[in-house]
């Protein structure tokens, strides 16, 4: 059992928002001042493959890694949409 509290149903639906606000500007800014976002939506998609019941949520997250450039692929899980 993880001592890190799940985040609330809220916080997932503002999500899509939020990954799209992030990855617009920095499609235009330098590759290389882009690791730091990515990081950050790897590890939200990870977390969000296991608490979000949202596939678009996860789709989005994705979607913005690869937009970024990257083509590191989430592990699996067990969470709702662990295959997305």
């Known amino acids: ?5 799940e985040a609330p149903v809220e916080f ?3 999500v899509p928002a939020l ?5 617009r500007p920095a499609l235009n800014g330098h590759a290389r001042d882009r690791q730091s ?3 950050y939506l790897r590890d939200l ?4 493959r296991h ?5 678009e949520t996860v789709q989005v997250i994705a979607s913005g890694r ?8 989430i592990a699996s899980g ?4 662990s295959r997305t």
């Open 12 to 14: 997932w639906d503002g």
């Open 78 to 81: 067990d969470g709702p949409f």
């Open 66 to 73: 690869r937009l970024l450039g990257d083509r590191t692929e």
């Open 51 to 55: 608490e979000c019941g949202s596939r």
């Open 45 to 48: 998609e990870t977390v969000a």
């Open 37 to 39: 976002l990515v990081e």
């Open 19 to 23: 990954v799209t606000a992030k990855v």
């Open 1 to 5: 059992m993880s001592s890190i509290p």
